[in-house]
């Protein structure tokens, strides 16, 4: 069974430009969870989307977005990048019997 | 404010014996609780889980301990080897876990010698 996928892997930005990481979760799994890991705040929730609808969201700016697509495949966006959201933003999927909830590899952001 | 602390950023413990890595929380609302493992440019790895129901879950060589009235949980892990060595990451959830907002710890980095 293939893991979650994080597309992709590395990406260096600009200030002020937009960027979209994709995720694909396992397969069967409909519930996806993206998080912000940073050396100075750990993981951070950004937002969860259950059958294409945000079901929950932490507490970022709305420069941060996603959604998912009837696949359950999954898209982060965040806009006007600014040198703090270099990160390693992690996906993270489930299903509704499993609440050990696995992550991919994440996407390593750099904004320059 | 931190509602998941790790307060021990690191823990250094000889192979063979038990590393002890310990969590507290704030938030009564939390009825689920997570432990993950992480290796460097990996994500995290779900190791064991416990509900709030239970005091305490075992999966071959980690148990996890939960003790509701001071808002703390533990992981055991016995023996350690030195492929445990990782960043160990608590997480809560109020939602019985089965919804994916999980608030983390900052994580401790266990390192097991030989």
């Known amino acids: 069974k293939a893991g979650v996928t994080q597309t992709p892997r590395y990406l260096i930005k600009t200030r002020g430009q937009q960027v979209t990481l994709s995720c694909s979760p396992i397969?069967?799994?409909?519930?996806v969870s993206w998080y912000q890991q940073t050396p100075g705040q750990g993981l951070q929730f950004l937002f969860e989307y259950f059958s294409e609808t945000q079901r929950n969201k932490g507490n970022f700016p709305g420069r941060f977005s996603g959604r998912q697509f009837s696949n359950s495949r999954s898209e982060m966006n965040v806009s006007t990048l600014e040198l703090g959201d270099s990160a390693l933003y992690l996906c993270?999927?489930?299903?509704?019997?499993?609440?050990?909830?696995?992550f991919g590899s994440g996407t390593r952001l750099t904004v320059v | 404010d931190q509602q998941v602390k790790q307060n021990s950023p690191s823990l250094s413990v000889q192979e063979g014996r038990i590393s002890i890595l310990n969590c507290d929380y704030t938030?009564?609302?939390?009825?689920?609780f997570l432990w993950y493992k992480k290796y460097p440019a990996e994500g995290p790895t779900f190791l064991i889980s416990?509900?709030?129901?239970?005091d305490k879950n075992e999966d071959g060589r980690f148990t996890v301990f939960l003790n509701k009235s001071a808002k703390h949980l533990s992981l055991h892990i016995v023996p350690s080897q030195p492929g445990d060595s990782a960043v160990y990451f608590c997480a809560a959830s109020a939602y019985g876990g089965s919804q994916g907002n999980l608030i983390f710890g900052k994580g401790t980095k266990l390192s097991v010698k030989p």
């Open positions: 397969s069967g799994h409909r519930s």
């Open positions: 993270a999927s489930s299903d509704s019997s499993n609440y050990g909830y696995t």
């Open positions: 938030n009564s609302m939390f009825d689920y």
């Open positions: 416990i509900s709030s129901i239970k």
